[in-house]
């Protein structure tokens, strides 16, 4: 079904086997990155390997004339790198962290309906990104706060959150 949507509008069918032999080796290759906890690490790293020869041979390889098809081959070749650069450090693929890590701010305004100021919009601003940045350094952010307050009252120098010995 799927093929016959694609020919009518307009693919010639090599340029529809050419896409589909590339995304199959994509499709292999993601398997193996589910099988990342099973197989260990040496081994892994030997699969992605040849799975990105294999993707960037398959693109390279026999391309049809068509446009579509070149353009494929075209960008595996020129970003064969960025590509495979996410892929084999192996960034999770979704921003489930960024998500989560502005979730509080979100949920804080949807319940206080936000801030009535510029400086309280700043305030919040600089106070979820300390809480945050404390959270995720597993750092207390009372004992942070306090360190601060104290800092502002006896003019000492500002803590670091970078590398916070709390």
Sequence with gaps: M???TVLKV???RGAVRY???VIKQIRLMFETIGEKGEIGEEEWKKRMKRH???IVKRAAGTVPEQK???LIAKRIREWEE?????I???LEPTNNAAELAIRQTVLDRMVTQGSRSIWGNEWHERFWTVLTTCTLQ???VMKYLKKCLSVYFCLDISPCLTNLAI
């Excluded at 960025?82 to 996410?86: F, N």
């Design 138 to 140: 597993n750092i207390s």
């Design 10 to 12: 307009g693919l010639h």
């Design 2 to 4: 799927i093929e016959i």
């Design 52 to 54: 990105r020869e294999l």
């Design 19 to 21: 896409g589909k032999g």
């Design 68 to 70: 579509e098809a070149k």
């Design 82 to 86: 960025e590509y495979v650069r996410l």
């Design 88 to 90: 084999e450090c192996y």
